[in-house]
């Protein structure tokens, strides 16, 4: 019985990492990149303009990078979004997915 709590554990603990490592970036890359993104999203990427604004701080770095090349490819389609992916390559995209997943995300109520 022992065992098995410890095998889930561990098997639990690898599968986080996995997660956190799932897209590799260059963190202080993406927040160089990221003075585009706080007039919006908040320079913290969690303070955004208004409830509009989704908070990027603390989201898993592979939903960042995946929502980023679905809005350049069109596949999700916001017209704000698709304005600011048009000029960013497969790398910045990744340092910036890297680089907001790595903020603390805040939760809190709606304002
Ligand atoms: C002019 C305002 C504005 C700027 C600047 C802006 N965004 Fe956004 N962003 C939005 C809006 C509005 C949405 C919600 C769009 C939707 O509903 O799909 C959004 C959504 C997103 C999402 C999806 C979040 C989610 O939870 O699904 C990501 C990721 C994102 N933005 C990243 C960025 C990055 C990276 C930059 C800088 C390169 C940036 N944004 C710049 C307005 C902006």
Redesign the pocket.
């Known amino acids: 019985m022992k065992t098995k709590l410890l095998l889930a554990v561990v098997l639990f603990c690898l599968a986080g990492q996995a997660t956190a490592i799932g897209v590799k970036g260059d963190a202080a890359a993406?927040k160089q990149?990221?003075t585009?993104?706080?007039?919006?999203?908040g320079a913290d990427g969690n303070k955004t303009?208004d409830n509009?604004?989704?908070?990027?701080a603390g989201?898993y770095p592979d939903?960042?990078?995946k929502?980023?090349r679905e809005?350049k490819s069109g596949k999700?389609?916001?017209a704000?979004?698709a304005?600011?992916?048009q000029a960013?390559s497969e790398a910045?995209?990744a340092n910036?997915?890297v680089y907001?997943g790595s903020l603390k995300g805040q939760m809190g109520v709606v304002k």
Do not use: E, F, I, W
């Not at 585009?36 to 999203?41: E, F, G, Q, S, V």
């Not at 509009?52 to 990027?56: G, I, N, V």
């Open positions: 993406g990149k990221a585009a993104c706080a007039a919006c999203h303009l509009s604004y989704p908070k990027l989201q939903y960042l990078l929502t980023l809005y999700r389609v916001n704000v979004m304005a600011q992916v960013l910045d995209m910036l997915a907001y």
